[in-house]
């Protein structure tokens, strides 16, 4: 397995570093597309530069381990890719369902966004039409604010000149009330029309928001990004519990693909029962496991600001004390963060966070908010092979989530193994971790 495992991870390295080349070879495509797009298309990037230049291969090495980052990674990746439409015209787009207007006050960048609103669980359609447009090698991501977190779904629906279509929808953003600030999302495909959407010919672009209650949301800088060669995924398991270790890891070994392991440094220190120890831990490190940051295990967004840093600064500190690798990395429990938790997260981790569902909830590799990456529970197995074939599909990666077998957010074991042997038999979809992930989102910036 040894060799194995080297070998993946030479192949990842490599694919990150061809990511990157494949950027900077293929952008006069993509410029091409965008070009064809009518009303107000942006600069690639912030100063109007190509979206990868200044960037060399040291960027896309992972950081050295340390208490503190290096840079906040939502400020200096805001931007990916190439703009589509930054909302300073609103001509072109036609308010379906709901309410839309010009808000000059609260803006990602530029001097103003589109505010959405609905109530009484009404759901909002924005829409506009493009000049025909080849998207087959292109993700799509936006800028979204809400005060309404909890009671949204938001997606971008793709339609063809046939009228087929595809949804990219994140499922969820929070289970709290709390405003979470702006946030970039890059969601993954969820569904298709009967007749897959033809993404050579696409001439409409709809922003969906699907609302169970009142809904405000605000939308800025619509962007593309180059597609990868391939579809990934990420097995993620949080709490450290004995199942990872015991039984989750055998089979991680059987079937030579790696995990992610969110640890609760409390937890461990305290050797409380029934969670892995550091050794444990350590143990499963040098076997090819990733292992990460899982926050104090409270709801973070409801914690005091002061000691919201103390605990983090102490968790990473713990990580870095530790020498473990995927220190860099945060999940927050709950899924439970707002506007400080990300401001504070940041001095800390590069990637991570969570917008969390129970079903489909996919990312494109280039556009995802660094630390408000979706992942998927893992409580079904047809979820979960579906999110394996769709992120095969279309080149897109699904974070699939696991905490003990034997619970309900956790398909059994032996559903587990056929997980595990769907994504061995499925071509065109390799298993990562959140390293490898990070690694190719700076390379398509």
Known sequence: MTNQQNTRRQFLAASSVTAFAAMAGCMDRVNSA????????????????????GNDIDEIESPELTVETEYNSREKFKQPGKQLDDFENLEPWEVIRGSGEAD?????DGSQSIRLSAQNSQNITLSRQIEETDMSDLDVSMAVRTSTPSNIAIDIRLVDIYGGYAHHQLRSVTYGDSD??????????????????????????????????????WVDDLRTHKKPDNGYVILSWDDGTPDFYERASPLHDEYDVNAVQAAVRQWTRNQREGV????????????????????????????EEND???????????????ELEGGHFLVYPHNSFDKTVHDIASNYYYAGGFNQSGNVNLTGVHGFDP???????????????????????????????????????????????????????????????????????????
């Not at 000059?104 to 990602?108: C, G, L, V």
């Not at 009967?194 to 993404?199: A, M, T, Y």
């Not at 990733?290 to 967004?301: E, K």
């Open 104 to 108: 000059q006050n609260i803006t990602f």
């Open 371 to 445: 630390l408000a990456l979706p992942r998927t529970i893992g409580s079904n197995l047809d979820i979960a092979t579906r999110c394996i074939d769709l992120a095969a599909e279309h080149r897109q990666c699904t974070i699939l989530n696991f905490h003990e077998f034997g619970i309900t957010n956790t398909i059994d074991e032996s559903e587990y193994e056929k997980l595990l042997q769907h994504i061995n038999d499925t071509d065109d979809v390799k298993v990562i971790n959140y390293d490898d992930l990070w690694k190719m989102r700076r390379a398509g910036h």
């Open 34 to 53: 965008i070009s064809n797009v009518d009303g107000n298309g942006g600069d690639s990037s912030p100063n109007g530069n190509e979206s990868n230049s």
């Open 308 to 322: 919201l840093e103390n605990a983090l600064r102490r968790d990473k500190n713990w990580a870095v004390q530790n």
């Open 180 to 217: 979470v600030d702006w946030f970039r999302t890059c969601p993954g495909v969820f569904e298709q029309s009967s007749v897959p959407l033809e993404r050579e010919v696409v001439e409409e672009i709809q922003i969906i928001i699907y609302n169970t209650g009142d809904a405000e949301v």
């Open 276 to 303: 892995m120890t550091t050794a444990q831990l350590k143990e499963r490190q040098e076997a090819g496991d990733q292992i990460v940051a899982h926050g104090t295990h409270t709801r973070l967004a409801e914690m």
